[in-house]
């Protein structure tokens, strides 16, 4: 079966602007993730959406967003972006919660110039 | 903030060696999962031990989970240098729907 894609794979943006990063999650999985990846803080959890509906954020300022559409697919919004929001951005799918495990897409690496 | 500290941070040896990495975590967990990173891709799901679990293999792969100690260790055997990748522990929390990450054990298997 598929795995977990992402797109796009790589993404250059100046500070300031806004992003859209996109996650199709593995046929039938329904809770979506997303996490931030960076060489200092590590791997963050950002937020985890389960059909359609937010149930869990973590400590991240409201430019970051996100959201999940009745087919699973979820996208992420980053606006007025700053340089420190330059990461690895992993969604991750699971058939409901960490219960099941996760599956990671490759993520989209952004850069904030 | 990370609840896995994983231990060593950076890891070296021959080929064909074995490779032990731990994790401690602070609070009381659902599961303990174990994935590789290779240079900045994607995580690959490893091996996903419950809390009721004290051990679980899977190939080369054998992980132990002591909750009463809150620590878990991963021991990859016969290593090769495909195996070089950074590991990473995350810890499924209880009534949370979300994996707490440590910060990773550099692997390098030297051929």
């Known amino acids: 079966k598929a795995g977990v894609t992402q797109t796009p794979r790589y993404l250059i943006k100046t500070r300031g602007q806004q992003v859209t990063l996109s996650c199709s999650p593995i046929?039938?999985?329904?809770?979506v993730s997303w996490y931030q990846q960076t060489p200092g803080q590590g791997l963050q959890f950002l937020f985890e959406?389960?059909?359609?509906?937010?149930?869990n954020k973590g400590n991240f300022p409201g430019r970051f967003s996100g959201r999940q559409f009745s087919n699973s697919r979820s996208e992420m919004n980053v606006s007025t972006l700053e340089l420190g929001d330059s990461a690895l951005y992993l969604c991750?799918?699971?058939?409901?919660?960490?219960?099941?495990?996760?599956?990671f897409g490759s993520g989209t690496r952004l850069t904030v110039v | 903030s990370q609840q896995g500290e994983e231990d060593p941070q950076a890891l070296s040896i021959q080929e064909g060696e074995n490779a032990t990495m731990n994790c401690s975590y602070k609070?009381?967990?659902?599961?303990l999962q174990w994935y590789r990173q290779n240079s900045g891709r994607g995580l690959v799901h490893l091996i996903l031990?419950?809390?009721?679990?004290r051990e679980k293999h899977s190939g080369r792969l054998r992980v132990t989970l002591d909750t009463s100690k809150k620590s878990s260790s991963l021991l990859i055997t016969a290593s090769r240098a495909a195996d070089t990748a950074s590991y990473f522990c995350?810890?499924?929390?209880?009534?949370?729907?979300?994996?707490?990450f440590g910060q990773g054990t550099r692997l390098t298997i030297n051929p």
């Open positions: 991750a799918s699971s058939l409901a919660d960490s219960f099941y495990g996760y599956t």
């Open positions: 959406y389960f059909s359609e509906t937010q149930r």
């Open positions: 609070t009381s967990i659902n599961n």
């Open positions: 046929s039938g999985h329904r809770s």
């Open positions: 031990i419950r809390s009721n679990e």
């Open positions: 995350a810890t499924g929390i209880q009534g949370a729907q979300k994996l707490v």
